[in-house]
C-alpha cells in the first residue's frame, strides 16, 4: 500500500525536524518528506491537520505473558494493544515460560509476532539457565537467534562472581545488559516505599537503599568487565545521581524509567490501592521529582511502560498479597505528553525519550523518520481529551490506577511497516 499523509506536524527527534511536511510510504518504507513527491499516487491519504506525525513508539520492557500466562494475555492481544498506543517496537524480557534461554523459544516469540503483524517484537535473552542464577545462559546462540540484550529480568543474582561472568560474557559478545536493580535481601517482603506511609498503612517497606546497593555493585562490575549496560526502571533521586556520575566517568550505562513512577508517589496508595502496587514501588514526591529531572537532564534516557498485564482476581485481596504491576502499554504515550503539558519536559525531548533514544539502546535502525527507513509512523491528536478507562483498554490487562484520569494526545493512526494497523473510531 502507497500512503500519504498530509498536513500534519512532523518532529523526528533523531533529526531534529519539526515542521509541516507530508510523508510518504511505499513498499513498507519513507520514500519522500516535503511538500510533494513526483509520480506518486497514494493508495490511501491520511489527512493528518492538527495531528503530530511522529516515529512509532519503541518500549523497552513489555510482558506479553506469552508463552506460559496465556490466560492473562497473549501476544495477538498485547500487539494489538501496542498499535493502540502508538508502540511499533518492543522488547520482552526473559522470564516467560519456558524462559528465554534457548533459540527454540526465541524462535517461537518471533513466529507468534509474525502471525501477529501489528509491531515488532524483539527479544532479551536470560543471562542464567531458566534465571536460576547459577549456570550461564549460551549467550551466543541466543544472539545469534536474535536476542538484543541479555536479561536476568526480575531474578537478582546475587552471587557477584556469577554476576561479574556474566557481564564479562555478553562484553565479549558485544551485548548489551539489561538489568533490574534491586539488592534482594533489603526488599524481603515488603511492598512499598519504606517511610510515613507504609509505617501509617502497616505495610512491609522497601527502602531505597535496597535500590542504590544493587545499582552501585553493579556498576563496579560494569566498570571492570567494560559491559554495556542498560537499568531498567530506575525509582529513586539517589540512583538518578549514581547513573549521572557513572556516565561522567565515562561509563557505557544507560538507564529507563517506567511512565507512571514519573507521576505517583508513595501518597497514591490512598486506602490499600492494590492497583499502585508496582515494584520498585513508587517512592516519595522528592524522588518524583528527581526522577522528572534525571529525563530533563537526560541522564535517564528512555521512558518506557514496563507493561505487566494481570488478571483481575490478582488485584483483589490484601495489598501485600496482590501481584504488583501495571498494564502501561496505552498509557505509556499520555503520560509522557501529560509531562510536556505541565512543562516538565520538552516535547522533542519527550518524544526523543519514546522514540530514537530506546532504539539507540537496543541497537536497532528504528525510532525515526528519514528517507529510506522503515515505515514506522504513529499519528497523535494533540487535541483530544479523553478520559482514561481502563475497561476500554485494547490490552487484556485492565490493571491501571490512571482511571478517570484526563488525557490528550491520543493516538489516531499507527502504521507498522507500511501498514495502517490502528486507526481510531
Given amino acids: 500500500m502507497k500512503i500519504r499523509i498530509k498536513n500534519g506536524r512532523v518532529i523526528d527527534p533523531a533529526s531534529q ?20 513527491f513526483e509520480d506518486f499516487t497514494a493508495d490511501r491519504v491520511i489527512d493528518a491537520n492538527g495531528l503530530i506525525v511522529a ?15 496465556e490466560h492473562t494475555a497473549t501476544i495477538l492481544s498485547e500487539t494489538a494493544a501496542a498499535a493502540a498506543g502508538g508502540v511499533t517496537t518492543l522488547c520482552v524480557p526473559p522470564d516467560t515460560d519456558p524462559v528465554i534461554d534457548n533459540p527454540a523459544v526465541v524462535e517461537l516469540i518471533e513466529d507468534r509476532a509474525k502471525k501477529s503483524g501489528r509491531s515488532m517484537v524483539l527479544t532479551a535473552g536470560a543471562m542464567t539457565q531458566n534465571l536460576e542464577c547459577e549456570l550461564l545462559a549460551e549467550m551466543a546462540r541466543l544472539k545469534d537467534a536474535g536476542c538484543v540484550a541479555i536479561s536476568n529480568g526480575l531474578s537478582t543474582i546475587k552471587n557477584s562472581v556469577i554476576l561479574q561472568r556474566a557481564m564479562a560474557y555478553a562484553a565479549t559478545l558485544d551485548m548489551t545488559v539489561f538489568i533490574n536493580p534491586v539488592d534482594p535481601w533489603l526488599q524481603s517482603q ?9 509505617s501509617r498503612l502497616g505495610l512491609g517497606g522497601i527502602p531505597e537503599s535496597a535500590e542504590t546497593i544493587a545499582v552501585s555493585r553493579d556498576l563496579i562490575l560494569i566498570e571492570q568487565t567494560g559491559v554495556r549496560a542498560h537499568f531498567h526502571s530506575l525509582s529513586s533521586g ?22 507512571h513512577h514519573l507521576h505517583l508517589s508513595e501518597h497514591d496508595l490512598g486506602n490499600y490501592d492494590a492497583l499502585s502496587h508496582v515494584l520498585p514501588p513508587f517512592r516519595s514526591i522528592r524522588d518524583r521529582e528527581q526522577l522528572q529531572q534525571g529525563v530533563r537532564d537526560g541522564i535517564i534516557a528512555a521512558i518506557s511502560s514496563h507493561h505487566q498485564p494481570l488478571d483481575k482476581d490478582d488485584k483483589l485481596g490484601p495489598f501485600a498479597e496482590t501481584q504488583a504491576g501495571i498494564s502501561g502499554l496505552e498509557t505509556l504515550l499520555p503520560l509522557t505528553m501529560k509531562l510536556v503539558e505541565d512543562d516538565e519536559i520538552d516535547l522533542p525531548k519527550a518524544l526523543a525519550a519514546l522514540t530514537c533514544n530506546p532504539a539507540d539502546i537496543l541497537g536497532i535502525d528504528s525510532g525515526q523518520l528519514k528517507v529510506g527507513a522503515v515505515a514506522d509512523v504513529c499519528l497523535i491528536d494533540p487535541d483530544s481529551e479523553y478520559e482514561c478507562q481502563p475497561l476500554n483498554f485494547v490490552s487484556a490487562g485492565k490493571n491501571s490506577p490512571f482511571e478517570g484520569w484526563l488525557f490528550n494526545h491520543q493516538v489516531s493512526h499507527t502504521i507498522f511497516h507500511g501498514r495502517l494497523v490502528y486507526e481510531r473510531d
Fill in 17 to 36: 525536524l519539526d515542521g509541516r511536511h507530508d510523508v510518504f510510504i511505499k513498499d513498507g518504507k519513507i520514500v519522500a518528506i516535503g511538500d510533494h
Fill in 55 to 69: 516515529p512509532g513508539l519503541v518500549d523497552l520492557n513489555v510482558r506479553l505473558r506469552e508463552p506460559g500466562q
Fill in 190 to 198: 515488603g511492598c512499598v516505599h519504606e517511610g510515613a506511609v507504609s
Fill in 238 to 259: 539517589k540512583a538518578v545521581k549514581l547513573i549521572r556520575d557513572a556516565q561522567n566517568r565515562g561509563l557505557p550505562v544507560t538507564a529507563d524509567v517506567s511512565a
